[in-house]
Nanobody, 115 residues
């Protein structure tokens, strides 16, 4: 059974930084692509960032230059470093892992940016 468990969410003020993590069962290197989506209340789930097994990263335009995705294959963990946070970054953040055939999702972690 594949499990993805997010952690590190919370409430911060605008301009602050936060790092969220996703612990992945099995080896992260076995997944062709892993990444993060987010869903604000009343909105659809949108892509935030992805990283391939080869280390190639992509970002949504709204977070490019502020967020950094990475993964540590030795720890089977993926990270999203979020800097210069804005109120519009408020959402539930979900990590996912794609084997090339099937996607697996975590339960989500809430990030709230408010003064």
């Amino acid at each position: 059974q594949v499990q993805l468990v997010e952690s590190g969410g919370g409430s911060v003020q605008p301009g602050a930084s936060l790092r969220i993590s996703c612990a992945v069962s099995g080896s992260t290197s076995s997944y062709s692509r892993t990444g993060w989506y987010r869903q604000a209340r009343g909105s659809q789930r949108d892509l935030v960032a992805t990283i391939t097994s080869g280390g190639i990263t992509t970002y949504a335009g709204s977070v490019k230059g502020r967020f950094l995705i990475s993964r540590d294959n030795a720890k089977n963990t993926m990270y999203l470093q979020m800097n210069s946070l804005k109120p519009e970054d408020t959402a539930v953040y979900y990590c996912y892992a794609f084997t090339g055939v099937k996607s697996y999702w975590g339960q989500g972690t809430q990030v709230t940016v408010s003064s």
